[in-house]
């Protein structure tokens, strides 16, 4: 809900494994609120940023396509959060986003690029796909 009131949820640290309680987390998803994806994304690359280790990802789960209550142009929010992406790639942060029920695919593809973004249709192949693809991006 506009830029000074973003809320993003950290499903799994680095120094967690990925668990019972990972799977949990991830089971209780529920979309609300804006689809700041830009602001999210520099919040989030900022803990990543602290973190010293040799590969750092940020995994996005997203319900939609870039929105906010107080931008009219959604172009500027998927700009926003295409520039949030390339900044943490500078700074070695790769960056992954599954949409969920989501008609965005053009516009995620833009953000992460291509091959790093992926849409599935139902919330409920979430819980499945996520371990497949972490093992996938972490190696």
Not at 53 to 68: A, K, Q
Not at 79 to 87: H, I
Not at 92 to 102: E, K, P, Q, R
Not at 113 to 138: C, F, Q
């Amino acid at each position: 809900d506009r830029r000074d009131d973003v809320h993003y949820i950290r499903i799994k640290d680095f120094d967690q494994s990925y668990d019972g309680v990972t799977d949990a987390r991830l089971a209780g998803l529920t979309s609300s609120y804006s689809t700041r994806l830009g602001a999210a994304v520099r919040h989030a690359g900022a803990d990543l940023g602290r973190e010293r280790t040799l590969r750092r990802l940020l995994l996005i789960v997203t319900d939609g396509e870039p929105s906010d209550i107080d931008v009219d142009d959604r172009r500027y929010l998927v700009e926003d959060a295409r520039r949030a992406v390339l900044g943490l790639n500078k700074f070695g942060v790769d960056t992954f986003c599954v949409g969920l029920d989501s008609n965005a695919d053009s516009h995620l593809g833009r953000i992460f690029g291509r091959k790093n973004a992926i849409s599935i249709a139902s919330v409920a192949r979430l819980p499945d796909l996520l371990p497949k693809l972490y093992l996938t991006l972490s190696h």
